[in-house]
């Protein structure tokens, strides 16, 4: 958080945990699992009219075809619903694609296969899943690589009906530096598309040095655009949305956008564009939020580093179009850090690579700001977890921890000012134990107060959540962790088992979530019959949805706690 405020980001962009190591065999011998081709996971948590004895899979000449403005694809029929895979929304991106704003793909004749992932963006995937607790709890989901990355998932239960549905487009985490559209089981589209009668999109795009380095200030014009290709990725997605989406059975002037960690970052970011007005209608951002983009300064600097650590002039810029992917990667981070180390920092930044403020595309100054900017139309939800970070799920003894641990433990967190800490979250918290304190200490919601208070000041409604369920695995200690929320969004609790452990309790909850965001979606207000009656939000009285096994109103509980993070 501090290399990305430093660098100009203002605002919370929570990144997904630390890459690991290993391959997602756990899922054998842990659970059993019907078809795994484009829905690996089970999706048994809702009812459908398939009977487990009859055929559950559709596929063929005439099954699953959708028209698109770019030619036909064919995805499957499963358990009723039309799932479609890896479509492509834009061009390769590689050579001299590459720091270029999107192009569209080609045409192309006949049925394309869609039933299978297209492509992850570029990243260093090295070591993902070494962490043996974190594969068996996240499992990701890591397929092909390459920078013929632009591509997206759909999830219908009709296609071309002249049914309007609402849209939910879903943006993955990991920063703006790793993850895919289906990193996580959780972001299974099938249960959500079923429950709600609505049409589910994912999708990938550029990260990190491939999609965000700035190098207008070598080659003003040729790459004017460089520092923000990533989103605009995001961006030509939804257009691509708002052209085809009837097609497969959504409305295009109903689409909700929804992402968690570094999603939620994205969502804040494209609502604040003004190129995404009429492309986007609803806006839902999770464990992740800015206020800003990185400064551009900054980052033009960083580009001619980039080109200086490549030990390339200005007129051979073009060259770093034509090396490995990972290469360039290398490099570029390698430039970031001793960039960083210049400028004072550790020489480890890692919000290097991310939206930069160009006064063009995106705001130079703190978003929602404008009046009269199209995202002062755009209702927002903002939520947050009560424990993003449970640093005692893999050690036990930390549960014992005791007070004047507590506090030294925060001293080293923030610097100074642990005893004044503790006092302001036992005050507002006092039925919480040490290491639950230091949960809160850690995942405080200031940056999410900071980003709603901003965007409260627009005329749309905007509607805050705090979600603190807690699984009952690891003896209870995983707590309210970064990313446990999401299958509660999207109906998935009884696929993500090893974050949920499954069955009725979860799935109860759930569905109180996703009555509500399914609301959200078609009125712009969460407010339903599944939940207490959901107040918008005001800087003044703070409503928040506490999001639990029973859920409650509650206003702003650690508005003084928080006060005395920043003393």
């Not at 009429?278 to 600097?301: F, R």
């Not at 979250?425 to 200031?446: H, N, Q, T, V, W």
Request: glycine share 10%; aromatic share 10%; charged share 20%.
């Amino acid at each position: 958080h501090k290399g990305a405020e430093s660098l100009g980001f203002r605002g919370q962009l929570t990144l997904d945990f630390p890459i690991r190591k290993g391959i997602s065999l756990l899922y054998a011998g842990i659970f059993v699992y019907t078809f795994s081709a484009c829905s690996a996971g089970r999706t048994e948590q809702q009812p459908n009219s398939v009977s487990q004895d009859e055929q559950q899979l559709y596929i063929g000449d005439s099954i699953a075809v959708a028209q698109t403005q770019y030619g036909k694809v064919r995805g499957y029929l499963l358990r009723d619903i039309y799932t479609f895979c890896g479509i492509p929304y834009g061009a390769s991106t590689a050579g001299e694609n590459r720091f270029m704003p999107p192009r569209e793909p080609e045409p192309w004749e006949g049925i394309r296969p869609a039933v299978f992932w297209g492509d992850t963006a570029p990243q260093i995937t090295t070591g993902k899943y070494r962490n043996t607790y974190t594969t068996f709890t996240d499992h990701w989901n890591y397929y092909g690589v390459s920078e013929d990355c632009l591509m997206l998932n759909i999830w219908t239960p009709a296609l071309a009906d002249t049914k309007k549905r609402p849209v939910l487009v879903w943006i993955h985490g990991g920063g703006f530096t790793n993850g895919n559209s289906i990193e996580q089981d959780s972001y299974r589209g099938e249960n959500l598309s079923r429950y709600g009668d609505i049409v589910f999109v994912s999708l990938n795009h550029r990260l990190g040095p491939i999609g965000f380095s700035d190098f207008s200030g070598v080659d003003e014009k040729k790459f004017a655009e460089s520092g923000n290709v990533g989103i605009l990725d995001l961006v030509a997605g939804l257009k691509w949305v708002h052209n085809n989406i009837a097609q497969f059975g959504g409305d295009p002037s109903n689409v909700t956008i929804m992402g968690q960690s570094g999603g939620g970052a994205k969502v804040c970011t494209l609502v604040a564009m003004a190129e995404t007005k009429g492309l986007l209608h609803k806006a839902v951002a999770l464990s992740g939020n800015i206020t800003g983009a990185i400064d551009n300064n900054y980052s033009t600097e960083l580009g001619k580093y980039i080109l200086k650590e490549a030990g390339l002039p200005p007129s051979q810029i073009n060259k770093l179009q034509e090396i490995p992917w990972l290469d360039y990667i290398v490099l570029a981070n390698r430039a970031a850090a001793k960039y960083d180390k210049q400028l004072g920092g550790n020489g480890m930044m890692r919000g290097s690579f991310g939206p930069v403020g160009d006064g063009f595309h995106i705001p130079m100054d703190t978003f929602y700001t404008d009046p009269e900017a199209p995202s002062a139309h755009v209702p927002m939800l903002f939520s947050t977890t009560t424990c993003e970070f449970s640093i005692s799920r893999d050690n036990a003894t930390l549960e014992k921890m005791n007070r004047t641990q507590l506090v030294e433990m925060v001293d080293k967190m923030k610097g100074k000012n642990g005893e004044n800490i503790v006092l302001a979250y036992e005050k507002a918290f006092p039925d919480k134990k040490p290491i639950e304190l230091l949960g809160l200490i850690m995942s405080s919601r200031e940056k999410v107060i900071e980003a709603i208070n901003a965007k409260a000041q627009q005329s749309a409604p905007v509607y805050l959540a705090w979600f603190g369920w807690e699984p009952p695995l690891f003896d209870g200690r995983m707590r309210s962790f970064h990313c446990l929320d999401i299958s509660f969004w999207l109906k998935n609790t009884d696929v993500m088992l090893t974050h949920t452990g499954g069955g009725k309790r979860p799935r109860d909850l759930s569905t109180k979530m996703t009555d509500a965001l399914l609301s959200f979606m078609r009125t712009g207000s969460p407010n339903c019959t599944s939940l207490p009656e959901w107040p918008q939000y005001t800087p003044d009285k703070g409503a928040t949805m506490m999001l639990n096994d029973q859920c409650e109103v509650v206003y702003d509980p650690d508005r003084e706690a928080r006060k005395v993070l920043t003393e």
